[in-house]
């Protein structure tokens, strides 16, 4: 495949959950990245409160835009198609940006275009690797998704396994809960698993079995080894004080190595030399150097996104946009949010 020449101007909006951002990218170039997190106020709550998001998006949007042009030195002259995230994630909070997003295509004259939040995740690491191209696996770990995915060409996915339960982020989240570090919990787990040893307590892994015996190669499972973790950690709490580091080295390493025997597996059964990261929890540090480990003896290459395009952000769905507008996709403006879509499932949202 050439390398990626694009050139369109998008300016993309997110607000699928505590994150309200606006970025714009030209090709696959940065120009501005606005990120406006709303955690703190979630924090109180332990957990992000949707309508809370909601509203707090709507106050944060309107400041979010004038900012990424500013910061980009454009005007609406120079922008050539307005997108934003419309599917998965919380259709209260998904609303303000595509609302925002419409509003501003029909008002400056400019195509829109609806984006898979999945799509930006995987898209965040042509942000720092330009002429990254399809066939590669890409492995999704975010809060609310954790997918193998096979990605073919540009829009064009196969999911080659999934959790069958918790998501790998929100494992962390609900792991930090039970041990009352706070939310959001995949970064305190990652900093305080530093201090801890992961071979303290043997923890299970989670495997779907398969009906023929055996287990499924790919898919996974994280709430066992949840319930596993508060069995320990009410055992613990009656002999004395919890040793959490060690219970955080335990429960990380347990999740990366499902994560990283199945990433591996993918890549090797489907002849896919690359693998790509994406979501909040690629930035999980445990997670990058197994992974690289991993991929170097079975002579695999492994991307990282750049830790600020980790998590959830805008830069990542305007890369996505580019390369949708390029292949000539353009949504409705009857286009509306929705909570759950498959992957293999966005050509429904282009005319
Ligand atoms: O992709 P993201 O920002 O939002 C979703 O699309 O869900 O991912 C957020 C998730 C949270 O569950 C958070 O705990 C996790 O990513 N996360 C991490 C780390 N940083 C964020 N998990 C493990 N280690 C980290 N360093
Ligand atoms: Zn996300």
Redesign the pocket.
């Known amino acids: 495949m050439p390398p990626f020449s694009s050139s369109a101007t998008i300016l993309a909006i997110e607000t ?2 505590d ?1 309200t951002a606006v970025a714009i990218v030209q090709g696959r170039q940065v120009l501005s990245s606005i990120v406006t997190s709303q955690i703190d106020i979630h924090r109180r709550y332990g957990g992000v409160v949707p309508e809370v998001a909601s509203r707090e998006h709507v106050q944060a949007v309107g400041g979010a835009i004038a900012q990424a042009l500013t910061a980009a030195n454009l005007s609406w002259n120079s922008i050539d198609a307005i997108a934003a995230t419309c599917a998965p994630g919380l259709v209260g909070a998904l609303m303000v940006g595509l609302s925002a997003a419409k509003t501003l295509a029909v008002v400056h004259h400019k195509p829109f275009l609806g984006i898979h ?1 999945l799509e930006g ?1 995987i898209y965040a690491s042509y942000l720092s690797e330009p002429t990254l191209a399809p066939p590669f696996l890409c492995l999704l770990v ?4 954790t997918s193998f995915v096979h990605v073919r060409g540009p829009g064009d996915y196969a999911i080659l396994g999934k959790t069958r339960d918790d998501a ?3 494992a ?2 609900k792991v930090a809960r039970l041990l009352d570090l706070g939310y ?4 305190v ?2 900093r305080l698993a530093q201090q801890g040893n992961p071979q303290t307590f043997p923890l299970p892994e989670g495997k779907i079995s398969l009906p023929e015996g055996g287990f499924h190669p790919y898919d996974a499972s994280f709430s066992g080894l949840k319930t596993a973790v508060l069995r320990l950690t009410e055992k613990l709490r009656t002999q004395g004080e919890l040793p959490v580091a060690d219970i955080a080295a335990s429960f990380q390493a347990t999740v990366v190595r499902a994560l990283v025997k199945r990433a591996i597996a993918c890549a090797q059964d489907y002849k896919l030399t690359t693998i790509v990261v994406g ?3 690629a ?3 445990t997670l990058r150097e197994q992974l690289q480990l991993a991929a170097k003896a079975h002579d695999l290459n492994v991307i990282f996104p750049p830790m600020k395009y ?3 952000n805008a830069a990542m769905i305007a890369c996505a946009a580019v390369d949708q507008f390029e292949n000539g996709a353009r949504s409705p403006l009857t286009l509306g949010a929705q909570s759950k879509l498959s992957l293999t499932d966005i050509a429904s949202l282009y005319q």
């Open positions: 699928s959950c994150e939040h995740h975010s809060g609310g998704h790998a982020g929100e962390f989240d959001p919990g995949g970064p787990i990652d979501g909040g929890v930035a999980n540090s980790c998590t959830d």
